[in-house]
């Protein structure tokens, strides 16, 4: 597990100052997942289908996605390069390379590309059935990639009321691609505490955490619900801390919640409207949510709130990701973040 000590909890009694909430970029579209460097770069995935690389210097750059192709022209073969099409990237991770595994909302593929854009399709489906919602990659240190997929579920915004246990996570590794671990409300982001004996998973439309045991070979035991049952409100994006708390966003009412190694809630951030938020809650809970009670529902400091990760030299900054911000939130932390294995490597 993570460090545990007898030293007050840092984050008993803290919370996040709005004045002393910082910007980062300007004019990003959708960015959902928030990767940060030992450099000081900061990366987000983007809505115009590639990933945001915002620099130390105040810079930043489109790294703009591109499929390589060969074409047969007169007899003859050329490399023909194309723009991607219909990407959304969702929850990115970096390969053992430094290149980016990417969970793609918009194709509902499993994608790779590298750092100039080139974009390369890794998987659209397991067992002969497409993929689903896929939503978030991880690395762990053997450098095998664990994914999610939300729902199969069509349209997926059906599976907010139905709540159908259809997400699950799958893993690649030398044996090929395969299914661990399937019956998921919502499956979204997942880590791995520091030894990666346990997989946390969120379940964002069951409004909980839980977590798995991790064998060597990839299988997974003794899945359990990690703090309370019921959360709330939707979780979506979630890191763990040196201290043991887990850190976890709540979308749609932007707030930013914490979860004690002893299970208490703690409330870091609120930025939701009572009324708003009030009403989503009630419609949750007679599953009659529509795409108008979402839409009224946001915050304006991170606008559908839905990941965090710390940065920083000394990985007390957090970030914070969205779908509807056009800039990153951040501010500094009382405790440092998890170190994640492309800081560790």
Known sequence: MLIQNKTPNPLKGWQVQRENIRYLGQDLQRPECILTEPNGTVWSADARGGMMQLNPDGSQELIAPFFEQVADSANSYENRYIQAKGSLPNGVCFDQTGDFIIANWGTNHLERMTREGKMSTLLTEIDGIPLGKTNFPLRDSKGRIWFTVTTRTEPWSDQINTRATDGYIALIDDQGVRIVADGFCGTNEIRFDDNEEWLYVVESTGWCISRLRVHADGSLSNREVYGPSRLSGFPDGFAFDTYGNLWITLIFTDQLIALTPDGEELMLLDDSTPSTRQRLIEAYGQRKVTPEILGATQGSIC?????????????????LGSLRGTRIPYFESPVAGQKMIHWKS
Not at 307 to 315: C, I, V, Y
């Open 303 to 319: 606008p559908w709130m839905a990941s965090l990760s710390f940065g920083g030299k000394d990985l007390k900054t957090v970030y």
